[in-house]
Nanobody, 115 residues
Framework: QVQLVESGGGLVQAGGSLTLSCAAS????????MGWYRQAPGKQRELVAT???????NYADSVKGRFTISRDNAKKTVYLQMNSLKPEDTAVYYC?????????WGQGTQVTVSS
């Protein structure tokens, strides 16, 4: 059983920065894809960024150049550094691991960007 615990959300002014962390526990090798998704009120959950075990990254166009995903395989942790935050980045951010065809999700952490 894989469990994910996110941390680092909060309230920040536009233009500010936040770093999200997600620690995985359970039986999990490093051969997986780790990522972040977000869901704003009234909207569908959307991809923010992913990183494969080979360090290939994928970003949503809306966050390219502002957000950076990274991972520490030894700690089973994925990070999301968010800079130049905008009010439209306000959402619940969910950590995700795709592992042998199964999707595992964290409980979500709220990010609120005030204008």
């Amino acid at each position: 059983q894989v469990q994910l615990v996110e941390s680092g959300g909060g309230l920040v002014q536009a233009g500010g920065s936040l770093t999200l962390s997600c620690a995985a526990s359970g039986s999990l090798s490093s051969r997986n894809t780790m990522g972040w998704y977000r869901q704003a009120p009234g909207k569908q959950r959307e991809l923010v960024a992913t990183m494969t075990s080979g360090s290939t990254t994928n970003y949503a166009d809306s966050v390219k150049g502002r957000f950076t995903i990274s991972r520490d395989n030894a700690k089973k942790t994925v990070y999301l550094q968010m800079n130049s935050l905008k009010p439209e980045d306000t959402a619940v951010y969910y950590c995700n691991i795709l592992y042998y065809g199964y999707n595992y999700w964290g409980q979500g952490t709220q990010v609120t960007v005030s204008s």
